[in-house]
T-cell receptor, first 109, second 113 residues
Framework: DAKTTQPNSMESNEEEPVHLPCNHS???????IHWYRQLPSQGPEYVIH???SNVNNRMASLAIAEDRKSSTLILHRATLRDAAVYYC??????????FGAGTRLTVKP | EPEVTQTPSHQVTQMGQEVILRCVPI?????FYWYRQILGQKVEFLVS????????KSEIFDDQFSVERPDGSNFTLKIRSTKLEDSAMYFC???????????FGSGTRLTVV
């Protein structure tokens, strides 16, 4: 059980930014926030992770609320290839990754 | 970029038969995992494996399932007597000591008929 809450689905227009929210109100101080995505007919793919500070990488940005009870995955310019299910997961060190239902992102041309 | 390789991509088996799903994790990774995803449902954790033994297993991973790392490069999942409800995509994943995320394979679609 991922112990996070995400909207079931979201839509975006191509080349526009997308903000995918996640609530993790019971997060403990040692839990990292990980994001994965699953493209159609593929295995999950690591996107980004963070603990307290906002993070950027080549795929996305992660904005973490100051109280750490929520976070937002930001895709700066959505493409059709970004259509996927996005999973927000609380993860502590060597515990095992548990997936929730995620958010299905649809990108419209 | 290093990949996790799974074979076969699709396997059809008769109910009651044994199947072995194979995975080649990334070579310097130390932690190995199996997950499954029944069509239209979420990705479910099955088992984790480290230092040649099971670290954790879910309630799905009953006596019908076993894992093995037979030769230092392969990581296998065996289902002894398949049931119709074992039909699913099975994903292998691995993680290194210093890598933040899991790397997943493309999966094996198991169909039990």
């Amino acid at each position: 059980d991922a112990k996070t809450t995400q909207p079931n689905s979201m839509e975006s227009n191509e080349e526009e930014p997308v903000h995918l929210p996640c609530n993790h109100s019971t997060i403990s101080g040692t839990d990292y926030i990980h994001w994965y995505r699953q493209l159609p007919s593929q295995g999950p793919e690591y996107v980004i992770h963070g603990l307290t500070s906002n993070v950027n990488n080549r795929m996305a940005s992660l904005a973490i609320a100051e109280d750490r009870k929520s976070s937002t995955l930001i895709l700066h310019r959505a493409t059709l290839r970004d259509a996927a299910v996005y999973y927000c997961i609380r993860y502590y060190n060597n515990n095992d990754m548990r997936f929730g239902a995620g958010t299905r992102l649809t990108v419209k041309p | 970029e290093p990949e996790v390789t799974q074979t076969p991509s699709h396997q059809v088996t008769q109910m009651g038969q044994e199947v072995i799903l194979r995975c080649v994790p990334i070579s310097n990774h130390l932690y190995f995992y199996w997950y499954r995803q029944i069509l239209g449902q979420k990705v479910e954790f099955l088992v984790s494996f480290y230092n040649n033994e099971i670290s954790e297993k879910s309630e799905i991973f009953d006596d019908q399932f076993s894992v093995e790392r037979p030769d230092g490069s392969n990581f296998t999942l065996k289902i002894r007597s398949t049931k119709l409800e074992d039909s699913a995509m099975y994903f292998c994943a691995s993680r290194g000591d210093s890598t933040p995320g899991y790397t997943f394979g493309s999966g094996t679609r198991l169909t039990v008929v």
